[in-house]
């Protein structure tokens, strides 16, 4: 089974608008982080937002906010007032189980997907 | 801070050459980690290290070996490289552990190419 799903290959957009990106995941862990990471046409990838598992309200950084349903399994990602700078790849990803030690704490990505703003 | 550099930008190669990846990073991170990008599979993980003399594999570590001798640099090896290693190659780092610290950083990514 997969562990991140994006369901949305794409995604268009008036600029200016709202848009939500989807992505439900898997896992059995309790202790767990979401990420959302923007890839331009230029190839590098951007940190957005991060959601722990355990925070009870949700993540938001500017115009990028996450709506985490636990219960859902979603972590959906919801820019505000969409820019033509907004184009661009959008991944998902989660890490499961420790983040320290020897674990690491992998990282798993989606996907993605790709957002077309329009003027 | 330069953050996480990569070099080179692009490469090609034949099969069966071997080659290095560069990684640095200037943040003083204990965390880092090679992933490979393929269209429409994401990034998976290849190898990682949680600090120096630490490396453990990752997803899909066949065909490629690494070493992390110091905290700053993580070099990835092709041992014999392969067509299908042709991939978008990116090394991300992270501080540790905890809300502010988990997050990773990605450098701007190595396109290889192997014919």
């Known amino acids: 089974a997969q562990k991140i799903t994006q369901t949305q290959p794409g995604m268009f957009v008036q600029e200016k608008e709202a848009v939500t990106l989807d992505c439900t995941y898997d896992t059995s862990d309790q202790s767990y982080g979401l990420f959302w990471y923007k890839q331009p046409s230029s190839g590098e990838m951007i940190f957005l937002i991060y959601q722990g598992s355990y925070d009870e309200q949700n993540a938001t950084e500017g115009r990028y906010s996450l709506n985490f349903q636990k219960a859902r399994k979603s972590a959906n990602l919801v820019i505000s007032a969409s820019q033509l700078g907004d184009s661009a790849m959008y991944f998902c990803a989660m890490r499961e189980g420790d983040a320290g030690g020897t674990s690491y704490g992998k990282l798993t990505f989606g996907q993605g997907t790709i957002l077309t703003v329009h003027p | ?115």
Request: contains cysteine; glycine residues 10%; proline residues 5%.
């Open chain 2, 1 to 115: 801070n330069a953050g996480v550099t990569q070099t080179p930008k692009f490469q090609v190669l034949k099969t069966g050459q071997s080659m290095t990846l560069q990684c640095a990073q200037d943040m003083n991170h204990e965390y880092m980690s090679w992933y490979r990008q393929d269209p429409g599979m994401g990034l998976r993980l290849i190898h990682y290290s949680v600090g120096a003399g630490i490396t453990d594999q990752g997803e899909v570590p066949n065909g490629y070996n690494v070493s992390r001798s110091t905290t700053e640099d993580f070099p990835l090896r092709l041992l014999s490289a392969a067509p299908s290693q042709t991939s978008v190659y990116f090394c991300a780092s992270r501080r540790g552990q905890g809300r502010e610290q988990e997050t990773q950083y990605f450098g701007p990514g190595t396109r290889l190419l192997v014919l």
